[in-house]
């Protein structure tokens, strides 16, 4: 009897061959679709609310770090109602933290010298100049050294329109602590003293000061 031929099976495609069949532009939309993605990123970069929004943020963490819930709050709050949604994450998360200082009901009897500052401190954001000049005294009397309670003195100084006062004890704080002169060169506490050539000097040294 004649034996019946078996058909040949079928070889499957090497993998070369089987990545040679997949669509000709598949890599070519993979790249579309990732130069899009960049631009969408880039856009939200240029964007002018976004960048308005960073401003935000930046300047009530600035406030934030100073100690000034109230104002930082109303940064924060114009921040989450902007177009980041990381930005606005991040803004809740302080703004939580400004809210909770700001009703925190203050300790019965301050007693140590951070105590007292940050009772001053508090009095100062809420206008009420005399209580602050008391526990930043008092502060200062328990830490005379303590170149933040200065600055704060500084500062509540130049808010009761104490120019000499304020600019005796800014110096101070800036040789108990160079930082502090960055620190005072955006802090709108000393708003009046903007014009004054000897608060110029003081916090831009590397400035010629004309004769």
Known sequence: MARTRKKPRKQAGSPRQNQSRRPANHKKTKAVEADRAGQRVVAKLVDPQVQQQLKQYEEGVRLFQQQKFHKARQEFERVVSGPSRELAD???????????????????????????????????????????????????????????????????????????????????????????????????DFAFLQEDPRFTELLYPEREVPA
């Open 90 to 188: 991040r803004a809740r998360v302080h703004l939580r933290i400004c809210i909770q200082r700001i009703e925190r009901p203050p300790a019965a009897s301050p007693r140590t010298a951070e105590d007292h500052y940050h009772r001053g401190v508090a009095m100062m954001n809420l206008g009420h100049w005399d209580e602050a000049r008391d526990h930043l005294e008092r502060a200062r009397k328990l830490a005379p050294k303590a170149d933040h309670v200065i600055y704060a003195l500084a500062a509540l100084d130049c808010l009761t329109g104490e120019a000499d006062a304020a600019l005796d004890k800014l110096k101070l704080a800036i040789e108990l602590r160079p930082e502090n002169r960055y620190h005072a060169r955006n802090d709108e």
